[in-house]
């Protein structure tokens, strides 16, 4: 199994400003995903964080709003830019070895005022 | 989009098997079929996945339709720690996880 942890847990923002998420996981993994998670709702998924290439984004999320770095096989990065009050949400990534289970991280809480 | 479909709610009396239903009529015949369990916005657990046999781990049974086209998620003891919403979810071919609404079980004294 991979342990996954994000920073920061939780975070009050300003409108138009950004923020830059991080996701580490334990031991190598293949697959990296980014979910957005909107209150009362299920999970979102908003791309698909490519080691060495650009991420791959779902329909309706797109590189300028979300753009994903991954520079290895063990971290990733979602940055929510311009942010507005719709931005909140908790974001969570996961991870995982191919064809196997994937692994969530405990998410970030994001507030925008 | 997701290819599940759960009932929104259930419940399951403490100590009694919780049967959770699950249907995905248009599962590929190379897709797998995942649960996971969310608690108080936690992130998601893993639980149990299956292809096409039935399977058993320390948490819980899958089982899967011959035609594939529903499976159930069966907690045989449930306790009140397994109150939460559970995700049956069917993993495509580029090892994305679409999440469906989910069912949340509440377990009852």
């Known amino acids: 199994s991979a342990v996954i942890s994000q920073k920061p847990s939780r975070d009050i923002c300003q409108r138009g400003t950004s923020l830059t998420i991080q996701c580490q996981v334990d031991?190598?993994?293949?697959?990296m995903f980014w979910y957005r998670q909107q209150p009362g709702q299920s999970l979102t998924l908003i791309a698909t964080?490519?080691?060495?290439?650009?991420?791959?984004?779902e329909s309706g999320f797109v590189i300028d709003k979300f753009p994903i770095s991954r520079p290895n096989l063990t971290f990733s990065t979602l940055t929510v830019s311009n942010m507005s009050p719709e931005d909140s949400s908790i974001y969570l990534c996961?991870?995982?070895?191919?064809?196997?289970?994937?692994?969530f991280g405990p998410g970030t809480r994001l507030t925008v005022l | 989009d997701a290819k599940t479909t759960q009932p929104p709610s259930m419940d399951c009396a403490e100590g009694r098997a919780a049967n959770l239903p699950c249907n995905h009529s248009?599962?590929?015949?190379?897709?797998?079929v995942y649960w996971y369990r969310q608690i108080h916005s936690q992130g998601p657990q893993y639980i149990i996945h299956?292809?096409?046999n039935n399977e058993t781990n320390e948490m819980a049974s899958l089982i899967i339709t011959e035609d594939r086209k529903s499976s159930t998620l069966i907690l045989p003891h449930a306790t009140l720690r397994d109150t939460a919403v559970y995700y049956c979810?069917?993993?495509?071919?580029?090892?994305?996880?679409?999440f469906g609404t989910g069912t949340s079980l509440t377990v009852i004294p």
């Open positions: 996961s991870g995982g070895q191919g064809s196997n289970e994937q692994f």
């Open positions: 031991s190598q993994v293949t697959m």
């Open positions: 964080a490519n080691q060495g290439s650009e991420a791959t984004y």
């Open positions: 248009t599962i590929s015949g190379n897709e797998y």
């Open positions: 299956g292809l096409k």
């Open positions: 979810i069917v993993r495509v071919e580029g090892n994305q996880f679409y």
